[in-house]
């Protein structure tokens, strides 16, 4: 996310704040306004469903594939995915491979403001190789040579994601599709950079989307979706830099505060805004990738020991620490 794009989100974050009125404190309604029982118990919950199982040893080779949709004929939302690939682990993804034998659990993955799917191939190629589907859509309004910039349509990519969602799951059953009988339709998780978290915390906020069972949110903040998380608990972690100049860390915070399920937070004392994610290289992105790896694999595959290997993987070369509440 370049510093133009960066600025342009605060102005207009706290416009689109305005314009949804108090969504911090907004809770799922039902026809006539009033709040769900059904939302209300489910979010108190703190137990979530976690399954029983191990993730897969060690790495696999990568494939990439281009996906072309377009939600409700007008939202064009071409999609890319990075998949378990059959061969030698290590090297460039391959367009077109053919998947590694195996279900593997799938991450719907949200850019930041002026972002695309491409800027976070280093992160997301590392949760591929080790045993997800990584689904990203490139979002027709808040991506870098998109037509028609809208930063108020960030309140419009949740249901982007989860139409996304329905169409990637879809692979999994199509007749001749490289990803048939790959996909763990029923492990699912959502993740973000910047915008893009705040489209991720609207999936379990005001467009909770049920088959969710975890998240992942880079430096968000809940403004325009809210923090009434809703539905069955899924353990959420939090990646933020102290010194971020976009978004406050002390915002970030503020949601992972009101998350009612377990979650974890890691703060970067000498984080900003998430370039780290970007650059492909270094100390900090090793630490959040190994330790947002172990996350999804205990949420998604079940592994309990990668669940205690989380704060090993946080404290790794001094440059995080972990609020662990999981």
Excluded at 32 to 54: L, Y
Aim: glycine residues 12%; proline residues 7%.
């Amino acid at each position: 996310m370049s510093r133009r794009a960066a600025a342009a989100l605060v102005a207009t974050t706290l416009v689109a704040s305005a314009l949804v009125g108090c969504s911090a404190d907004r809770e799922p309604t039902d026809r006539a306004g009033t709040p769900t029982p059904e939302a209300t118990a489910a979010a108190a919950s703190s137990a979530p469903a976690i399954p029983a199982g191990s993730a897969p040893d060690g790495t696999f080779a990568l494939g990439v594939r281009q996906l072309k949709l377009n939600r409700d004929g007008d939202r064009p939302l071409p999609v890319t995915v990075w998949y378990p690939a059959a061969g030698r682990a290590g090297g460039k993804p391959t367009s077109g491979a053919d998947a590694a034998d195996g279900r593997f659990p799938v991450i719907m993955f949200s850019h930041g403001l002026g972002g695309r799917p491409d800027d976070y191939q280093a992160l997301l190629t590392r949760w591929a190789s080790a045993g997800f589907v990584v689904a990203a859509p490139t979002f027709p309004k808040t991506s870098r040579g998109g037509g028609d910039p809208n930063v108020l349509d960030v309140l419009n990519q949740p249901a982007d994601v989860s139409y996304a969602l329905t169409r990637v799951l879809a692979l999994d059953t199509r007749d001749g599709d490289p990803l048939r009988g790959r996909l763990a339709t029923d492990r699912v998780a959502a993740a973000g950079h910047s915008a893009g978290a705040v489209t991720t915390i609207g999936l379990f906020t005001a467009g909770r989307d049920d088959r969710l069972a975890a998240g992942v949110v880079f430096a968000g903040t809940a403004l325009g979706v809210g923090t009434a998380f809703a539905g069955a608990a899924a353990p959420q972690m939090f990646v933020h830099g102290e010194a971020d100049e976009v978004v406050r860390y002390a915002a970030g915070k503020a949601v992972y505060d009101k998350v009612p399920w377990p979650k974890a937070m890691l703060s970067l004392p000498d984080g900003d805004h998430g370039r780290a994610l970007l650059r492909g290289e270094g100390a900090t992105l090793r630490v959040v990738a190994e330790t947002t790896t172990e996350f999804l694999r205990w949420t998604l595959y079940g592994d309990a020991e990668a669940r205690k290997r989380i704060p090993t993987a946080a404290s790794r070369d001094d440059v995080a620490t972990l609020d662990d509440n999981l």
